[in-house]
């Protein structure tokens, strides 16, 4: 019988236990995760994403129910033990002086050294093998306050590695990151996890990264329910959608993409190559029309890809004209206002 990375039971979380009147944020919940898994937790914002990760790293006491890493629940776990159980990346912004990224990289060796960081041998080979598993070696003697925020993502994941914890949690670790940065840092993880055989969870905004990179979604509702699934699964059973729709916002699942949804224009039909159609139903749906892709009986649009050049032939009433470029085919259509 496999064991689980991480196992959660009857969960509630929240906060005020100690008081008569504690305050549950969600729950009950029955997940859990094996080793070589990145997971990422989805949910609208005040959810209890960051509550969740912050009670599964025991900063937080549990409401109700229970969590195990490898069988043995953490509330029985010595804290010095349990920091070599699980590692934690939060969002929280904190001071570290003068250090260099070397230096902060080898605090993740405080639950083996103690606070006096003599670092031996052991200790020294799990920085290097960090410091290369994040591609940091050429920063390693720069002050924390000399690199990117990017690098300094990679720098608070490589402290999280040096700590070799079966569990890695992160709390939106893509926040204020550049596009570039967000994916960088989304792959990083995934790398990791299959490498490492770490069990990685990541809570997330970047619901589109997530949908390709997570081996399982947690995707947490207002509803108080949590999902646990592969990202199709989820999004084949409307269960990413009905969570994220809003007024006039809606997931379209044979796309994998939201969508600002204002038809008011009409509808139109198109036909052709894949990439082009793609790339046109875009630009039309934002102009307002519902792209069809089928046989129904309204105007067309065929979009080819002839000698290095696209083209695009609109079919009305009988009647043909040709377009050479997305621009000019929506002009067309915003000064004559509807089909034209």
């Not at 009950?28 to 898994?37: F, K, V």
């Amino acid at each position: 019988m496999t064991v689980k990375a991480l196992d959660i039971s009857q969960l509630e979380i929240g906060y005020g236990q100690q008081n008569s009147n504690p305050t549950k944020v969600a729950g009950p919940m029955d997940i859990s995760m094996t080793s070589g898994e990145l997971i990422c937790l989805l949910g609208p914002n005040g959810v209890g994403k960051t509550t969740l990760l912050r009670t599964l790293a025991g900063i937080l006491p549990a409401l109700k129910g229970h969590i195990s890493i490898h069988g043995k629940n953490i509330s029985e776990i010595h804290k010095k033990t349990l920091a070599q159980s699980l590692s934690v990346v939060l969002t929280d912004r904190i001071g570290y002086g003068n250090l260099t990224v070397y230096e902060l990289i080898s605090l993740g060796r405080i639950p083996y050294t103690g606070w006096l960081g003599n670092l031996d041998k052991t200790d020294k080979e799990k920085i290097q093998i960090a410091i290369a598993q994040t591609g940091l070696q050429p920063l390693i003697h720069k002050s924390i306050h000399q690199v990117s925020d990017g690098e300094r993502q990679k720098v608070m994941i490589a402290r999280a590695l040096a700590q070799d914890t079966p569990v890695i949690l992160l709390d939106e670790p893509t926040a204020h990151l550049d596009i570039p940065n967000r994916i960088n840092i989304i792959r990083l993880l995934r790398k990791l996890a299959k490498e490492t055989n770490k069990a990685i969870i990541l809570s997330t905004h970047e619901l589109d990264l997530a949908l390709q990179a997570a081996d399982k979604i947690w995707l947490m509702t207002m509803e108080n329910q949590t999902f646990s699934g592969t990202p199709e699964d989820l999004v084949l059973n409307d269960v990413f959608g009905n969570t994220f729709n809003k007024d006039g916002i809606t997931f379209d699942k044979s796309l994998g993409v939201f969508k600002v949804v204002e038809y008011h224009r009409g509808r139109l039909r198109i036909t052709g190559d894949e990439v082009g159609i793609f790339w046109t139903k875009r630009a039309l749906e934002r102009l307002g029309f519902e792209v069809i892709i089928g046989q129904e009986n309204v105007p067309k649009i065929h979009v080819s890809f002839h000698d290095n050049s696209w083209n695009w032939e609109y079919l009305i009433n009988d009647k043909s004209e040709v377009f050479h470029s997305v621009t000019d085919l929506t002009q067309h259509f915003k000064m004559k206002g509807g089909h034209g």
